[in-house]
């Protein structure tokens, strides 16, 4: 049962991968050697150390994002996995995800096998649902948005790097996620000119590329985990980014489908009986 959650809540999950490349707070400074053209690889001569243009880069980031109030995305994301033959195998998705701080947000997760997956949180209640099973279920909302992915992460092992991403505090909350990085050079992702970083924190790899100008938001991420069988990746492309998204009363709202069966996801928080 918990698979089927977590393919659910995967909808938000892509951007676990996104915290962990995100460090220290400064302001943007790319005009170094490596922004000119020069060999990017000799900036990365200490291993133990995420180089100064690398972290700047990422703190425009995640400063950029924890401010916004509201925003919404579209990306196409894939992860391999590892067949029993040793051939790894490549499964993806699209996610369309709008947030309203403090405490909403909403994901749909469509999936190339052809599941649609749903999450909701409308500021009183936790809500997710599976098109293709027509099942759901639903819980009380702990609080706000980083409440609410550390109540997930409790109940549904979540991992713990969503909660960060989508916090109000993010850049001090990812301080220790990186212990290397360097700037990998300039690169244009779907016509939108980037800074390429190269990462690295203890179990995998972590390529980002971060859009410049007014909206430093990451356009292409690559996750490869260095300790896994045939060294799987994940990637995300995000296609689409509104910092001014049209939002109404009824955007955050869950209507449930007829005929759609609730299903006991979650342990029943104090105070609430199951239903």
Known sequence: MK???FLILISIAAFQLIARGAETNSDYAVESESAQGTDTATAATD????TKDASEILARMTDFISAAPAFSLVSETGHEVMHKNGQLLEFGSRLTLTIRRPSKAIGRFDSREGDSSTTVLDGKAIWIYSAKENMYDTTRQPGDID???????????VPRQLRDFFSKDLTASLGSAMKSGYYGGESIISGVMCDHLALRSEK??????IARGDEPVPRRIVITYRELEGQPQFWAQFTEWDFSPELSDTTFTFSLPEGAERIHFF??????ESK
């Open 3 to 5: 698979l089927l959650v």
């Open 47 to 50: 291993e133990s150390a995420l």
């Open 147 to 157: 409440a609410s992915l550390d109540f997930l992460a409790k109940q549904l092992g």
């Open 204 to 209: 995998e790899d972590v390529q980002v590329w």
């Open 267 to 272: 342990a029943d928080m104090p105070g609430e």
